[in-house]
């Protein structure tokens, strides 16, 4: 899974994998920067526009709740 995020990030600006390799599960971070919440949900909008590169992406992704246990959102503000 982190092999594809990391594939997907790559094509997408601000966004960046990380992996935790402790503790009992691996885990795989997404992380992406916006310069506001406004600008979190117009680029989300985008990644689901139907385009034949998202489409390709969501191809690769078909199979991708096979591959986690849990998944959780978080939104921080940096000062």
Partial sequence: MAKLFKEWSKSQKGTYTM??????????IMVSTHASLAAYEENSKKMMADTPKNRAMNEKFKDMNDMYVSGSREIYRVW
Wanted: cysteine-free; charged content about 20%.
């Fill in 19 to 28: 992996t935790d390799m402790t503790g009992q599960w691996h885990r795989v």
